[in-house]
């Protein structure tokens, strides 16, 4: 343990992937290759006909809905509980986007407040994995098909994850994936597409044939930090630089991580040309390709934690704990309790030694962004104001478990009046 000290986060990032990058970044070779191999292999893992790598998620979304035609007049379904840029860029394209509530503790996509949603112009809906946890894609899958509804999953946060034996991902008519820094596995920046509609992936692969080549610089800065991150998680020396770092921002009133990380909101008027000079490059690929070949041992050491967690806090009358549809084998991406003082609770923790986050969702049917499409969305608005994320990552330890569990209780009973 790292003398009691809990970062909130640890990159999958590893020395091995520090080297291919630094391998990739010098070398002066074709990168279409190397990409199509990442993505074969991709398309194999998730058990689908086609993956194409791409920027973003949020711009994949965005070609799956002009990919198919969709625009003016056109609404998507997603849930209140989501990442605003998914919105933001529904709006982009020209969609509308419609919020539906999710489950109160298990944060997704509720199926009856998805078939509530619908109108005559819904055209497709992002059952969106949040935390890591499937959405009940038997439910959501007979709505949309009986209403002739697209559905394009959101599994930003649960590559890996599966729901009855199946990766999520392969229960879409597409589906998409990132692999930024902070998530399970990462391309230091990217995303994936996957489909088995055969004209959307000639579509997409035309557009990123079209696009110029990411900047390598980016991927370098990448590397530079997920090494960085990598070394000041480590148990022997996060206590003496980034926990110390992090207390100190907190007493000024700030959150270094969060900031690092974290993006402000906004609405995109226009496509950022950026976009169409960001395509994947060899070396986001060769190290996406090593992080495939770990998955399910990174996959497997969160799960394990998140369901000791499960186990250990589910008593806690304080507490609300996650809850998971019947049939879904989550990756816990992130492990969230609801609280009803969780700033309380995250103060108690630190000074516990453990490092917690609000995290980066907002609640888009009660957000100053998306005024026109306001709905009513109470569950949303309760985790919104309540959750807070319990570290999970797949570098904790079993004495690390067992302090963390520790500190919760504790610190749930210095917040009872
Ligand atoms: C649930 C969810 N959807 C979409 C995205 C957008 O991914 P990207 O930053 O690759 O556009 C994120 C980003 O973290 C996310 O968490």
Redesign the pocket.
């Known amino acids: 343990m790292a003398f009691g000290k809990i970062p909130r986060f640890s990159p999958s990032f590893s020395l091995a992937e520090a080297a291919i990058a630094a391998r990739y970044l010098a070398r002066r070779g074709e990168d279409t290759p190397v990409v199509r191999k990442f993505e074969a292999e991709f398309a194999d893992y998730i058990g689908v006909k086609h993956a194409v790598m791409v920027p973003?998620?949020?711009?994949?979304?965005f070609l799956i809905l002009k990919g198919w035609g969709l625009g003016e007049g056109d609404e998507v379904i997603m849930p209140a509980l989501?990442?605003f840029?998914?919105p933001a860029l529904a709006k982009t394209a020209g969609v509308k986007p419609v919020f539906a509530d999710i489950g109160l503790h298990t944060h997704v996509l509720d199926p009856a407040a998805f078939e509530a949603a619908i109108t005559p112009r819904t055209k497709a809906v992002v059952p969106?994995h949040?935390f890591g946890t499937p959405c009940d894609m038997d439910a959501i899958r007979k709505i949309a098909k009986k209403h002739k509804i697209k559905v394009i999953e959101?599994c930003?946060?649960s590559t890996g994850a599966r729901y009855k034996g199946s990766q999520m991902g392969s229960f879409g008519d597409a589906s998409?994936y990132?692999?930024?820094l902070?998530?399970n596995i990462t391309t230091l920046?990217g995303?994936m597409i996957t489909t088995d509609d055969d004209a959307l992936a000639a579509n997409l692969r035309g557009k990123m044939a079209a696009a110029q080549p990411g900047g390598l610089k980016k991927s370098a800065q990448e590397a530079v930090t997920g090494t960085a991150m990598m070394v000041a998680t480590h148990p022997f020396v996060y206590p003496w630089t980034l926990h110390p770092l992090i207390r100190l921002g907190n007493l000024l009133g700030k959150d270094p991580i969060h900031e690092r990380f974290g993006e402000a909101e906004r609405l995109y008027p226009e496509l950022p040309e950026h976009y169409a000079k960001s395509a994947p490059r060899a070396v986001q690929a060769a190290v996406g390709r090593k992080q495939l070949e770990r998955i399910e041992t990174l996959n497997g050491a969160r799960s394990a934690n998140g369901r000791f967690l499960d186990d250990s806090l589910g008593n806690l009358s304080d507490l609300g704990v996650p809850t998971y549809p019947e049939g879904a084998e989550p990756i816990y991406m992130s492990f969230v309790v609801h609280h009803s003082n969780r700033a309380k609770l995250a103060k108690e923790l630190r000074k516990r030694g453990v490092d917690t986050t609000i995290g980066?969702?907002s609640n888009c049917a009660d957000s100053a962004l998306f005024p026109e499409e306001a709905s009513s969305c109470p569950n949303a608005d309760r985790a919104f104001e309540e959750l807070l994320h319990i570290p999970v990552h797949p570098n904790l330890t079993s004495s690390d478990r067992e302090h963390l569990a520790e500190a919760v209780r504790q610190a749930c009973m210095a917040c009872r009046p």
């Open positions: 973003s998620a949020r711009y994949g979304f989501t990442y840029a998914i969106t949040l959101d930003a946060q998409y990132t692999f930024g902070t998530k920046s995303a980066y969702m």
